[in-house]
């Protein structure tokens, strides 16, 4: 099992740009998270998704967004990218929400800065 | 979710237990404390919950007092590859999303 997979690992983009990092996972998981990590600090939840088609909004959501059209991906848009966007971005994935007892699964990153 | 807190570092000498603290005392009778631990810049990697009894895997044992305040995390024989950052969180709410804090940073000495 590959677990969950980040592409791409990563990426510098120029102020203005727009790009899409893609999270696929393979554990048959209905839960989708993306969230940032800024150096220093914990990391903040921006979108989350319970399941096929659907997705909310985290603590961080504004300057992205998310589509989760497949179970198994779920990809974090930037549609203008800004310097402040700069930083280590993590997807997770589990069962169901940590609430409820589940752990979540963690990939390895995306690291982007906008320059 | 609960509010937790926990040290902002320490260090324990390789081959002993590391105990890591942690307060949680807002914490609901129906919310479970999870551990998760990130190494250096990669992604945070689960390593135990439990909500009312004590919980043992083959990472660690989580040991949650009666009244269910505060918590800690015992790796047993730390080791140099257990130097990371450790957060421990209450997630609560219909939702329930890990929200994460600073962690303890965990340094493990020769």
């Known amino acids: 099992n590959a677990g969950v997979t980040q592409t791409p690992k990563f990426r510098v983009l120029k102020t203005g740009q727009s790009m899409t990092l893609l999270c696929a996972q393979d554990?048959?998981?209905?839960?989708m998270y993306w969230y940032r990590q800024d150096p220093g600090m914990g990391l903040r939840l921006i979108h989350y998704?319970?399941?096929?088609?659907?997705?909310a909004k985290g603590e961080v959501p504004d300057g992205y967004n998310v589509s989760r059209l497949k179970k198994q991906n779920f990809l974090l848009g930037l549609e203008s990218a800004a310097p402040s966007q700069t930083s280590v971005y993590f997807c997770?994935?589990?069962?169901?929400?940590?609430?409820?007892?589940?752990?979540?699964?963690f990939g390895s990153g995306t690291r982007l800065t906008v320059v | 979710d609960a509010k937790t807190t926990q040290p902002t570092s320490m260090d324990c000498a390789e081959g002993r237990a590391a105990n890591l603290p942690c307060n949680h005392s807002?914490?609901?009778?129906?919310?479970?404390v999870y551990w998760y631990r990130q190494i250096h810049s990669q992604g945070p990697q689960y390593i135990i919950h439990?909500?009312?009894n004590n919980e043992t895997n083959e990472m660690a044992s989580l040991i949650i007092t009666e009244d269910r305040k505060s918590s800690t995390l015992i790796l047993p024989h730390a080791t140099l590859r257990d130097t990371a950052v450790y957060y421990c969180?209450?997630?609560?709410?219909?939702?329930?999303?890990?929200?994460f804090g600073k962690g303890t940073k965990l340094s493990v000495k020769p």
């Open positions: 554990m048959n998981h209905e839960y």
């Open positions: 997770a994935s589990s069962y169901g929400p940590s609430g409820g007892g589940y752990g979540y699964t």
């Open positions: 439990g909500l009312k």
């Open positions: 807002t914490i609901s009778g129906n919310e479970y």
């Open positions: 998704s319970v399941g096929e088609g659907t997705t």
């Open positions: 969180i209450a997630p609560g709410g219909s939702q329930g999303n890990l929200i």
